[in-house]
Every structure is written in structure tokens, then in C-alpha cells.
RNA sequence: GGUCCCAUCGUCUAAUGGUUAGGACAUCAGGUUUUCAUCCUGGAAAUCGGGGUUCGACUCCCCGUGGGAUCACCA
């Protein structure tokens, strides 16, 4: 329907502070927008403002996308297109929309550029929205620049939304009550008004706007260092505010671009549910393969590979365990931590009294452990969790699998959680299980 | 406060006049060979209130109420 004109959207970050989801979720929508459409997609740094841009935010926003793989086909920093706006001050002050006012707060002896606000009612219509009417005489005749060479918002985004033919605006719905300013500009410059799309805002766990303080929401790039992975988080901030129109809860971003609809974009915010997150994430890590969750993990076993009991081909067994227990980096962190994992490893410290299942007598529990040990003991060949099932299963049915099960499990973990007990001999092995029960059995002796 | 926007389970959402109001996260219960985890099954859980329009409203209109955004020589 619109084949003559190409689509073209922009993100226009200002670069003042770390680049946090609400911009990336903005990146993405005007990003498979753009790519829905075979169009292109456009980064444009405002950092007209010295005092408050720092190239750092920059940087961390251009890494973010980088990271999260949002490429954009061109990139403009503002602050290098200052003669270009100078020209557009002059241009209007010469048509009588723009004049020299009072003078600058900065400046004694020079005026500020305001504009000549016609006092009409702007309608627009919003493609999430609707149709929204303002009455710009309340504007009053506002500032577009602090004088006649230096700019300010307004007038720089009407100016290059204009010559970078940007087709469409989506952006925050913060931005909504600067639209009829723009377009008051952009009349009297005589662009091309470009179709907006405001989208809704993601909003605090508690409700309220989303704050510096709620301990989730961190800026964006951290979430790479927390072990989320990118599709998870593109795939869990498309979902605020946008769904495919079934029941899909896992999509890729091949797909989205594929299906991206403006139109099934939400009118109203949407809380940041962390939980839901790391659900994603889950979902995401179980597609890495054994040696890819490996690597995953790498970073946060550095101090456990120091320990002198370390073993890397241990290590390499427990991957599918570590797995089933992981919803992003700190899990593992914390398992570590905790010395979950130490058992694997070398002979854990018993509890007697723990040793014993519900309500059983030592004596029984003793005798029982003797019997697993000879069990064991005699199993020739593979020694692994299926064979040691096969061997002790028949016993342990007959004597009580708690009673069974939970001494042996304990002996060999000394924790009260861990995986089943023929898991565990699996990766120990033979020699380590069967001086773990000994050892167990010595206590108990005693 | 002015202006603008929004309103389905606790949360993210589906249902664009006719469904027992669906799914997912979280939660609860049961199961999957003892415990934890994973996985499976099942349960509880919503149309903000009041008026209309209509044979029939989650859906359309109005009024409330609630929530949000914005009111800079920042962006």
C-alpha cells in the first residue's frame, strides 16, 4: 500500500545515563518495524545538550544493541549537525515563525529563539492510539533555542526527523505532549509529517513508573553480565506491550521480524515481571548445548577451579545438573557458594544423626548401608547411574526405599538436597562411593 | 492542579457484539522410583463502578473512579 514511500524509523536516545530496557524495548519495536518492512532503521545520538551528554552512555547504548544483535543501518550524533540547525533558526526567524525574544538565561546580551505559536488545534493520528487532539495555544510561543546558534529538542528532532525522511515516530508515551509541538515546527519548516506511534511505558513490579530503585531493573548492558542471554531478554521486552496474537510464549527474533504488527502493539503500560525473565532465560539456556552452558558458566567458576580438590572432568558430567538448577548466573553463583557442588568432588562432612531415615534405629540403618556397600562392592563393569539403579533397586524396594535411598544419598552428599543417589554415583564413581559409605558406616559404628 | 493517555486473573496478555472469558509467569495440590531441582497433570485466580445502545456486551457511547505521562533556555 505505501510502496512508493520506504519506511524508516529512528531511535533518538540522548545519551545522559546508562541505556536502560525501556530504550532498548523502543530500539526493538522501531527495529522490527523497520525490518517488517524492508526499511531501514536509524540511530541518532541527541547529545545537543553538553553539560548532561557523556560519549560513556554512548557507548553503553551502542554496545547494548550490539550485544543484543539490534543493528541499525545508519548512526548521527546531533552535536556533529549544528551548522545544519543554525541554518533552519535562521530559516525560520526569516519567515516570521520564529523570533528573537527576551534574553538568555545564560547569555545577558543575547536573546532566545521562541516560536510563533499560531494557537490552533493539532490532530494527529497515533497508530496505537488513536486520534489525539491538543489545543497548542496553552504552548504559548515556546523556546527552540538558547540563541540564534544553539538549538534545543524541539526544533533538532523536527529538523532531522525531516531530512533523514524518517516515515515513522515511534517512541516512548512519555513523548506524546511533545507531538503537537513538533508538528507546529515541522508545518512551518514545510516537511512531511511522519506517521507516530507512542509506545506504552514499562512500568514498576509495584506499580508506578519504573524507578532507579527497583532492585530488578538495572540498565540494560548488566543484564548480559547477570548471565541473561539476548534472545531471552528481546524475546521477554517485546512481550511488554506486543504479542503475536497466539499462544506463543517463545519467539525468535527471525520470527518477530517476520510477524511484527503494529497494530497488536498494547495501549497501556505493562509492569516488569523479573520473574517471568528468567523464566525466558531458562527456556533459553536449556537450547545451549552441554559445551555452550559450559562457557556459559565459566566466568563465576573461576575461584572454584582454584580449589585443590577441583576437577575439570567432573566438572563436565555435572553440566546437565548445574542445567536443571540455573535460571541465570547467580544461581550458579550461589550454588557454588554454598558448597552445593563440593561433594562431587572429595568426601563430605556426615551428620550422624541425619544420616537416618524418619524414625529409623541406627542399627538398622547401619546394617543397610553395609548391604548397599556390598552391593556395590561386587558390581563388575560399568558403574553408572543406570547399572547401580539396576543393582540396588530389587533391595531397596524390599527394605523400604527411604530407608535405603536416603542413607545412601546422604552419605554420599551430606546435604539434605541434592540429585538422587544413583546420579551421584554415576559421576563419582565406584573407589569415591564406596569410601563415602564406609566412611558413613564409621560413624555410625562408633 | 491544567492538558493528554490508559483500564481483562497478583503479573504479561488472548478474545476487534454471541466463548464454560483462553494461554503464560507466579502460586497451590498431586504425580514422575527417598530429599532438592527438572518434567508432567490438575486447581484456585480477571472483564474497575454506574448508566445507556443492542435480541445480545470484555468488546460501542456517556459519567464516575483508579493508574500513568507531561507541564524547562533537558531530552
Redesign the pocket.
Known sequence: MNLEKKIITRM???P?GKFHIGGVRTALFNYLFAKHNNGKFIIRS?D??EW?SEKRFEDNMLHTLEWLNIKHDEFFRQSERMDIYKDYIKKLIKSGNAYEA?????NPNIP?IRFKNPNIKIKFTDLI??D????TT?LGD??IA??INTP???LTVVVDDGLMEISHVLRG??????TPRQILILEALGFDRPKYAHI??I?SPR???LSKRDPEVIPAFDYKEQGILPEALINFLV?????P???R?IISIDELIKEFDIN?I??????F?I??L??IN?HYLNELSNNDFYNYISPVLNDFRKKDFYDDKIMQNLIPLIR??TRYLLDVENMIKEGELDFYFKQPELDINKILWKGDKKEYTLSNLEKVHSILLNLNGDFNKKTT?EAL?VYAEKIG??SV??PL?YSLSGR???????TILGIIGKESALNSISFAINILKK
Not at 498494547?266 to 509492569?271: D, E, L
Open positions: 533518538a536516545p540522548s545522559t541527541e545537543t545538550d548532561r527576551e534574553a538568555s538565561k545564560n532566545v492510539l488513536g489525539i487532539e491538543f489545543d496553552e515556546f523556546v538558547r540563541d534545543i529538542y524541539h508515551q512519555e513523548h506524546i505532549n511533545n506504552p511505558l512500568m506499580g508506578g513508573k512481550f511488554i506491550g506486543w504479542n496474537g497466539d499462544d510464549e497488536k498494547q495501549k497501556g503500560g505493562g509492569a515481571n520473574e517471568k528468567y523464566w531458562k536443571e538448577r539403579k533397586w526405599k527411604g535411598l536416603w544419598r539434605d538436597k541434592s540429585p538422587d543417589p544413583f
